[in-house]
């Protein structure tokens, strides 16, 4: 099977990403904004990724609680190896 060129530099962005727009939901978390799970009773989200990071958050301290940080951090160092790391 042929490899594809930087296909791990690209899965190395998209896990990056997605664990930074985690910490950054999870770091702006506000226990009083409207989510998924909990209405507010339709006001504004402060967190910083919107209303999407406030559910986002919200979520995942339900169900993982404060390890939640911890996988953001473990997502964040897997991305940046993936990036820049080599094979």
Known sequence: ?????????A??????????VLGLSLISHTPGDPSFFADAGGGHARNLIGRFGASLSDGFLQVFGLGSYLLAAAGIWLGVRRLFGRS
């Open 1 to 9: 099977m042929a490899r594809i060129p930087r296909l791990g530099e």
């Open 11 to 20: 899965l190395g962005v998209l896990i990056l990403s997605g664990a930074l």
